[in-house]
């Protein structure tokens, strides 16, 4: 079974900066469009970012667009979220999966970031 592991969240002030990592099991991750998600409290999940298979292309939502940077090391089987001037509104769990998989089933445990005074 393949499975992500959310990894490097923690709390932050305002303004400051975080690096997430995703691990993958197995040698497909490389085949995988990626993508961050995040769910702020109350709130459903959506979309930062994602990337192509081989990292040659990238999209972000509007709100973190020149803030975070997503990016992927097939060799490893890591993606990350380079996330800088992070805001309160940045705030939520986030998440790593493929973006073809759907349904609530495919969540896995997440990192919990908390950018507060």
């Known amino acids: 079974q393949v499975q992500f592991v959310e990894s490097g969240g923690r709390s932050v002030q305002p303004g400051g900066s975080l690096r997430l990592s995703c691990a993958a099991s197995?040698?497909?991750?490389?085949?995988?469009?990626m993508g961050w998600y995040r769910q702020a409290p109350g709130k459903q999940h959506e979309l930062v970012a994602f990337?192509?298979?081989?990292?040659?292309?990238?999209v972000y939502a509007d709100s973190v667009k020149g803030r975070f940077t997503i990016s992927r090391d097939n060799a490893k089987n890591t993606m990350y979220l380079e996330m800088s001037s992070l805001k309160p509104e940045d705030t939520a769990v986030y998440y790593c999966k493929p973006t073809n998989w759907i349904g609530e089933s495919s969540w896995g445990q997440g990192t919990q970031v908390i950018v507060s005074s």
């Open positions: 990337i192509t298979s081989g990292g040659g292309s990238t």
């Open positions: 197995g040698s497909i991750f490389k085949t995988y469009v």
